[in-house]
Every structure is written in structure tokens, then in C-alpha cells.
């Protein structure tokens, strides 16, 4: 088949890389949520070989993602796996944990989901990065980003740019704690989450 492209992974890939070149330097086993073509599963995969890359997305996205894990043929990138938020999720546990422009196309309820799982899957003292845009206070961070808020809704009613401290809400519940929030290209973020032990 003929790999899906965004051309949206060419452009935010490298920011991303070294944001995760920085906070997985010591990790080992990442789990994707959402992985979507599949082209950062690839990018990210070569570039850290020492990381185990599990892709993951709903059922419909993965033959996509396997076309580019095989055209790869990376040593470090195991088979996609399906994994709806709200359903069954993969076996871990994962010491890593990165999704990128995600939250605003779920549902509220999805988010909340993603955070409640995590516990279940990631080790004691597991890192989460996500990608995107956030809010503050409920205030666009861009004129951009509330052009891009309003075509989300009118898109899905479900769909909206999350705010950052709301979510920063579930990952404290989840036992996620803030400790990095890194400006990116394009009005986007990258927010850094570690689980306390406790």
C-alpha cells in the first residue's frame, strides 16, 4: 500500500526529537499513543535506537503505520498495536510515554481516560511527553490557535484545544507530575509529566 504522509510530522519532527533526546536519554520502553501514520514512530525509532518504540492507534490507522515500520525495517520498532483509549490498552509496563496532537481530537472523556489508564501501564517513575496546542485559563496561546480551535468544532462538537492546567488536573490525579512545559514551533508545546513513586 502507499504510506500515509502528514506533511505536519515532516515539519514538527525535529523539535519534537530533541525534546525526547533530552527527557528519554534514560529510558527504554516508549509507548505511542496515536500513532497516526506512523512517520514519528520511524523518525523517532532511528534516531534513538536505544528506545523500544510501541507505536499504537485504532484499528483503521494501523495498516498505514505497519507500511512505514516496514519499509523501515528498524530493529527497535515492534508491531503496532490497537490500542482505543477507552478500550483495551497494550501489556506494559512502559517507562516512557509520548502522543503528539491528540487531545484535541478526542473527547473529553477520552482524555480523562488516557490519564486514568497510565498507572496501569507505565512503571514507577514512567515520563509522559504530549505534543500540542494547550490553552491557559481558557485563553488561546495564538490568534492561530482559535482559528484552529474553531475549525476543530466544526469539525466534532467533541474536538477543542485543551487547557493546560485541566489537564495537568488529570495527570496529578493519575500521579503525573508537571516538570516541563517547552515552547515549540507554530504555537505548540510540549509538556513533560513524571509519576512520583509515591
Not at 60 to 78: E, F, H, K, S, Y
Not at 163 to 182: N, P, R, Y
Amino acid at each position: 500500500m502507499d504510506k500515509p504522509h502528514s506533511p505536519a510530522c515532516e515539519r514538527n519532527r525535529e523539535p519534537i526529537l530533541a525534546v525526547l533526546r533530552e527527557h528519554f536519554a534514560d529510558r527504554r520502553r516508549v509507548l505511542e499513543i496515536g500513532s497516526g501514520t506512523g512517520q514519528h514512530a520511524v523518525h523517532f525509532a532511528a534516531a534513538l535506537p536505544h528506545l523500544v518504540w510501541q507505536s499504537s492507534d485504532r484499528e483503521d490507522n494501523l495498516p498505514g503505520i505497519r507500511a512505514w515500520l516496514d519499509a523501515a525495517a528498524l530493529p527497535n520498532t515492534p508491531a503496532p498495536r490497537m490500542l482505543d483509549v477507552a478500550g483495551n490498552w497494550p501489556a506494559g509496563p512502559f517507562d516512557a510515554v509520548f502522543s503528539a496532537n491528540t487531545l484535541h481530537i478526542m473527547a473529553w472523556s477520552e482524555v480523562q481516560r488516557l490519564f486514568a489508564q497510565l498507572p496501569a501501564v507505565t512503571t514507577g517513575d514512567a515520563l509522559v511527553i504530549i505534543y500540542g496546542p494547550f490553552n491557559d485559563e481558557g485563553r488561546y496561546s495564538s490568534d492561530s490557535n482559535a482559528a484552529f480551535d474553531q475549525w476543530l468544532q466544526a469539525r466534532g462538537a467533541h474536538m477543542a484545544i485543551r487547557d493546560a492546567g485541566a489537564v495537568d488536573a488529570l495527570a496529578g490525579a493519575a500521579g503525573f507530575i508537571l516538570i516541563d512545559d517547552i515552547a515549540m514551533p507554530a504555537n505548540n508545546r510540549c509538556r513533560v509529566w513524571r509519576r512520583s513513586r509515591d
